[in-house]
DNA sequence: GCCGAAATAGGGGTTTCCCTCGATGCGCTG
DNA sequence: CAGCGCATCGAGGGAAACCCCTATTTCGGC
């Protein structure tokens, strides 16, 4: 490794990316390479520059921030990556960690501990901010952060169609001519959705959807 | 006014406040004399040092920057504020301009751009970004900003505290217990509840809560 | 002291939802 | 090929949810 830090910072605010870049560029032994408000951008810059870390957002448009983790894994393995971001929920938190990030971190962190997280994953370590591993070391009690991920439920692509008009307020006759099926068919995959999430009411399925991100409401702001 | 303009930076994220107080502080004529985490942090803050500016995140722990903005009205007449956020719902965008701020900025603007903001706005100008400008204009064409607020449907207390419950993904007969009245009240305040939103299901109702920013989802990440 | 709004509650009805039994066909995998 | 998951439907029924109308009490305001 070269002695100056090679890093990229993807965010697509980038109020928040100029912010941090100043921040970094600041000091001596750490040299911002590059950019990007996307994932597909960071992904592009990634395979380009190769940089030693990447200080990745989790929401941002075109490709979610893990799935760029995963990826950035096969296009430039010796590049690590720091998750920092607004959302420490724990889907997100385990997921990056199973993406093989090397750090996850809170942007209510100080600019100086973001500093230090720069270098010590560029030297090989990892870092959770305490509150982040606090989260990892209560699933890790309840029987490795593997099985927790395999509890996850899967719904199908047919049940995921449904939960999403569900989720837009529509009546299961609605949804049935929205999807050209009969209205049994919707009740059956209704059926096999609560039996999955564990839940017993459409409201409830909607709820456990936006919890866990696989539902977003139409507006909100979605990286933007 | 003194030559040098004095700006507190309000964000619970201490990793972007502290990137914007870098870019703001390379500027000569521009000096941040505060930053707040929350939001009444951020009135002390106010009243104390009556800053030229404020620069203010919507989504904040403890007072929502909307109730902020509207305070330092109150506490700190001549102070400006710049709301400067990630969230640009049409909701944020006219309760920011009813309670007096003088722009209004998503997180996605270059850093030249909020400098230049702050001159302005520090100068008694108003400042609206064109995306956010173009949301105003689209309401004003369709008959003022007052009317707009005033078909603004409200809840009373009661019917809150049913929507909430039904959020949860509670049952009817559980609301009645949760909050000991019959079921049939239950039914009466929903029935209510749903003639208020044009809505016609539970379902329809808690969406409409959330995309309001009525409800949320007792996770998620509360802050932007 | 009357009026309106809010909270409470009931009667009686229709619709939708949710459950428990099924069944069929289709594609993939061992 | 023999399963297995997925998607598609059906019957039948009980339980919620939702709708329209009415009624009481309470409380604050003019």
Redesign the pocket.
């Known amino acids: 490794m070269a002695d100056t830090i090679s890093v990229v910072i993807v965010d697509d605010h980038t109020m928040v990316r100029e912010g941090t870049r100043r921040i970094l560029d600041g000091e001596p032994d750490i040299s911002v390479v590059g950019e990007a408000g996307d994932g597909t951008e960071a992904l592009a810059l990634a395979a380009r520059l190769k940089p030693d870390v990447i200080l990745l957002d989790i929401r941002i448009p075109l490709l979610g921030g893990i799935e760029v983790a995963q990826r950035v894994r096969g296009i430039a393995p010796d590049t690590k990556v720091i998750v920092l971001t607004a959302y420490d929920d724990d889907d997100y938190v385990l997921a990056a960690m199973e993406a093989g990030t090397a750090g996850y971190l809170p942007k209510t962190v100080r600019a100086a501990e973001v500093v230090d997280a720069v270098r010590a994953v560029a030297a090989g370590e990892t870092v959770l901010h305490p509150s982040i591993a606090r989260k990892i070391a209560r699933f890790w009690r309840r029987g490795t952060i593997q099985s927790v991920a395999a509890d996850e439920v899967?719904?199908?692509?047919?049940?995921m169609?449904?939960l999403r008009l569900?989720a837009r307020g529509?009546?299961?006759?609605q949804i049935?001519q929205a999807?050209?099926?009969?209205?049994?068919?919707?009740?059956?995959?209704?059926?096999?959705i609560?039996?999955k999430l564990g839940v017993?009411?459409?409201?409830?399925?909607v709820i456990y959807g936006l919890e866990h991100h696989w539902l977003d409401l139409g507006a909100d702001d979605v990286g933007g």
């Open positions: 899967c719904l199908t692509p047919r049940e169609d449904v569900v529509l009546h299961n006759r049935a999807l050209t099926v009969t209205v049994r068919t919707v009740e059956g995959h209704l059926a096999s609560f039996g017993d009411s459409r409201t409830e399925a």
